[in-house]
């Protein structure tokens, strides 16, 4: 994956594999040049990739569902003999740069952009080692392939954390604000926000897993959620020019967040990866998205999230006009249900604003890539100009790495748990996302209680926190990680298929004869049931981290293996 946008000097830097302390670092632009390479590390597209990128992420989740049933949530994974996602090497390279800058005879003040990436990446990678794994190891050094502390014990998640957001502080701290920034470097506030993201979930795991083999012994993650507020409030009080991108377009303005080809200067996109065509840097992304289902299809789970019209879930809203068709499931609901889910006449070709061909159906029962096993298409991120999927190898279209509405519902959230959320803070987080939509204010004295919560165990306000967060990010891989944190796999996977439209043939005029949908007893398409009969059959005692490959044992016997892989 490719950041293009830092500019061209990514094309022009050295051969990285075979940097030495003797020819390399002897200018500032040497450490901009090495830090560039880590943007690749980031979601999205990457040059000639044919796929939906982050839209498709949500695949490992409730949110949407692939022909084939995902091997972790339905319990199927096995230890891999190999590395998995237990990868040090660019922690490794950063942790060169951070010990070689300061033999660089400049001021620091020329170094300090680059020397703030390189905390910020190095917090990155343990984190996705911890969001994996748990307990990793904690290695600052540049180590040689003999060093002793490669074969170090796991340091405990929580002094890991302490470690990531001390070097996000740093990150905070040496970067400039992003106000003259058009979205293609990171700074200050792309940490800030980072940091509150770290926080929460290490915040809300503790919280959640605690008295569990994944918690943290002691601890409720009390301070961690502190640290979310503080960090994430921080940035609402010094957004620094960012904040909710709303013109009043209230049917739009969600969509359009997704599918631009240019975010410079974007109030809401923190950062983003630019294409550029002249330079053979595109992608094949929107091959799939405006075009065929990529064998992915958002779920009914995800469709009943969205509130009616008037503010009301569709248990207690008389605006619910039932889900027979897409035309009646997507009646009176929040916007955003209609900016995320392709509807009949919505654009999949579009010159000049006007629209050549128009969806009308998902390609429900066709194979491979061509179809959408669920029946409900993703509409967000498609980019309907034709220039964008034409031939291979022509889509600039980019998409949010970062984007301050997270800010926003992690500052909500860690409110919410705490229990010191106030109608104020509500206003300012989930009221302003709401605006953007012309949705119906979340009033927190007065919320009604919905019989279909996902969590009715908890508070209101956490579960309408959560439904909030559940429908601003969908399709965009958030709701992972969401599921894992909040220890709710009981609630929303095990024993869980993952269902579609309710099927009526008649909706389907194009559908292939002689292919046979799958379909429950209560009418939904339901493509796994021959899959999974009894459901996903996650194992909540195993499958919340992943085991630790057996060659990093077999490497290194000081490192045990998670709970349940043993």
């Given at each position: 994956?490719?950041?293009?946008?830092?500019?061209?000097?990514?094309?022009?830097?050295?051969?990285?594999?075979?940097?030495?302390?003797?020819?390399?670092?002897?200018?500032?632009?040497?450490?901009?040049?090495?830090?560039?390479?880590?943007?690749?590390?980031?979601?999205?597209?990457?040059?000639?990739?044919?796929?939906?990128?982050?839209?498709?992420?949500?695949?490992?989740?409730?949110?949407?569902?692939?022909?084939?049933?995902?091997?972790?949530?339905?319990?199927?994974?096995?230890?891999?003999?190999?590395?998995?996602?237990?990868?040090?090497?660019?922690?490794?390279?950063?942790?060169?740069?951070?010990?070689?800058?300061?033999?660089?005879?400049?001021?620091?003040?020329e170094?300090?952009?680059?020397?703030?990436?390189?905390?910020?990446?190095?917090?990155?990678?343990?984190?996705?080692?911890?969001?994996?794994?748990?307990?990793?190891?904690?290695?600052?050094d540049?180590?040689?392939?003999?060093?002793?502390?490669?074969?170090?014990?796991r340091?405990p998640?929580?002094?890991?954390?302490?470690?990531i957001?001390?070097?996000?502080?740093?990150?905070?701290?040496?970067?400039?604000?992003?106000?003259?920034?058009?979205?293609?470097?990171?700074?200050?506030?792309?940490?800030?926000?980072?940091?509150?993201?770290?926080?929460?979930?290490?915040?809300?795991?503790?919280?959640?897993?605690?008295?569990t083999?994944?918690?943290?012994?002691?601890s409720?993650?009390?301070?961690?959620?502190?640290?979310?507020?503080?960090?994430?409030?921080?940035?609402?009080?010094?957004?620094?020019g960012?904040?909710?991108?709303?013109?009043?377009?209230?049917?739009?303005?969600?969509?359009?967040?997704?599918?631009?080809?240019?975010?410079?200067?974007?109030?809401?996109?923190?950062?983003?990866?630019?294409?550029?065509?002249?330079?053979?840097?595109?992608?094949?992304?929107?091959?799939?998205?405006?075009?065929?289902?990529?064998?992915?299809?958002?779920?009914?789970?995800?469709?009943?999230?969205?509130?009616?019209?008037?503010?009301?879930?569709?248990?207690?809203?008389?605006?619910?006009?039932?889900?027979?068709?897409?035309?009646?499931?997507?009646?009176?609901?929040?916007?955003?249900?209609?900016?995320?889910?392709?509807?009949?006449?919505?654009?999949?070709?579009?010159?000049?604003?006007?629209?050549?061909?128009?969806?009308?159906?998902?390609?429900?029962?066709?194979?491979?890539s061509?179809?959408?096993?669920?029946?409900?298409?993703?509409?967000?991120?498609?980019?309907?100009?034709?220039?964008?999927?034409?031939?291979?190898?022509?889509?600039?279209?980019?998409?949010?790495?970062?984007?301050?509405?997270?800010v926003l519902?992690?500052?909500?959230?860690?409110?919410?748990e705490?229990?010191?959320?106030?109608?104020?803070?509500?206003?300012?987080?989930?009221?302003?996302?709401?605006?953007?939509?012309?949705?119906?204010?979340?009033?927190?004295?007065?919320?009604?209680?919905?019989?279909?919560?996902?969590?009715?165990?908890?508070?209101?306000?956490?579960?309408?926190?959560?439904?909030?967060?559940?429908?601003?990010?969908?399709?965009?891989?958030?709701?992972?990680?969401?599921?894992?944190?909040?220890q709710?796999?009981?609630?929303?996977?095990?024993?869980?298929?993952?269902?579609g439209?309710?099927?009526?043939?008649?909706?389907?005029?194009?559908?292939?004869?002689?292919?046979?949908?799958?379909?429950?007893?209560?009418?939904?398409v339901?493509?796994?049931?021959?899959?999974?009969?009894?459901?996903?059959?996650?194992?909540?005692?195993?499958?919340?981290?992943?085991?630790?490959?057996?060659?990093?044992?077999?490497?290194?016997?000081?490192?045990?293996?998670?709970?349940?892989?043993?």
């Amino acid at each position: 994956m490719l950041l293009v946008g830092c500019n061209e000097d990514f094309l022009d830097r050295p051969d990285l594999d075979n940097i030495t302390t003797d020819n390399y670092w002897q200018t500032p632009n040497d450490l901009n040049l090495f830090v560039i390479q880590f943007y690749t590390s980031f979601p999205g597209w990457s040059p000639g990739e044919w796929s939906g990128g982050i839209y498709w992420y949500d695949a490992s989740s409730d949110n949407m569902l692939r022909t084939n049933v995902n091997n972790r949530l339905s319990g199927r994974n096995t230890i891999n003999s190999g590395n998995g996602n237990w990868n040090y090497s660019n922690i490794r390279s950063v942790n060169t740069m951070l010990s070689k800058y300061q033999e660089i005879d400049a001021p620091f003040e020329e170094m300090s952009q680059y020397v703030g990436e390189g905390y910020f990446f190095r917090a990155y990678y343990y984190f996705n080692l911890v969001r994996s794994y748990g307990d990793v190891p904690w290695i600052t050094d540049p180590l040689s392939p003999d060093s002793e502390e490669l074969y170090s014990e796991r340091t405990p998640r929580n002094e890991v954390i302490n470690n990531i957001l001390a070097d996000l502080d740093k990150a905070i701290e040496y970067m400039p604000s992003g106000e003259v920034s058009n979205g293609n470097r990171l700074n200050k506030e792309i940490a800030l926000l980072f940091k509150s993201r770290v926080a929460l979930y290490e915040g809300t795991w503790e919280k959640y897993h605690s008295g569990t083999p994944f918690g943290v012994s002691g601890s409720d993650g009390t301070q961690y959620l502190q640290i979310a507020a503080n960090t994430a409030k921080q940035l609402i009080d010094n957004p620094a020019g960012y904040g909710v991108y709303n013109t009043g377009a209230t049917d739009n303005d969600y969509w359009v967040l997704f599918n631009q080809t240019d975010f410079s200067g974007h109030p809401e996109v923190m950062l983003w990866r630019a294409f550029d065509r002249d330079l053979g840097i595109a992608h094949n992304g929107q091959r799939y998205l405006p075009r065929i289902g990529g064998d992915v299809g958002l779920t009914k789970d995800l469709v009943d999230q969205y509130l009616c019209a008037d503010g009301l879930p569709i248990s207690l809203s008389g605006q619910y006009q039932g889900d027979q068709g897409l035309e009646n499931v997507s009646a009176n609901r929040d916007p955003r249900f209609a900016q995320t889910v392709y509807l009949p006449g919505d654009p999949m070709e579009e010159v000049n604003g006007e629209i050549i061909t128009a969806f009308e159906q998902a390609p429900l029962g066709q194979s491979g890539s061509a179809g959408c096993p669920s029946g409900y298409m993703v509409f967000k991120g498609a980019n309907p100009d034709p220039a964008q999927y034409s031939s291979g190898g022509v889509g600039t279209t980019s998409s949010p790495i970062f984007r301050f509405a997270e800010v926003l519902l992690n500052y909500a959230e860690a409110k919410a748990e705490l229990g010191t959320i106030t109608q104020t803070d509500i206003d300012m987080t989930i009221n302003a996302l709401r605006d953007r939509v012309g949705m119906p204010h979340l009033t927190l004295n007065s919320i009604p209680a919905d019989p279909n919560w996902n969590f009715p165990g908890l508070s209101p306000i956490i579960n309408e926190v959560r439904r909030e967060r559940h429908v601003e990010f969908a399709a965009e891989g958030y709701r992972f990680d969401d599921i894992m944190r909040w220890q709710a796999a009981d609630e929303l996977i095990v024993n869980k298929r993952f269902k579609g439209v309710y099927f009526v043939q008649e909706d389907f005029p194009n559908l292939t004869p002689g292919v046979d949908v799958l379909v429950d007893a209560d009418g939904y398409v339901d493509p796994h049931q021959n899959q999974i009969a009894s459901g996903n059959q996650f194992n909540v005692n195993r499958d919340y981290l992943l085991p630790v490959p057996l060659n990093e044992i077999t490497l290194n016997p000081k490192l045990e293996q998670n709970p349940g892989w043993e």
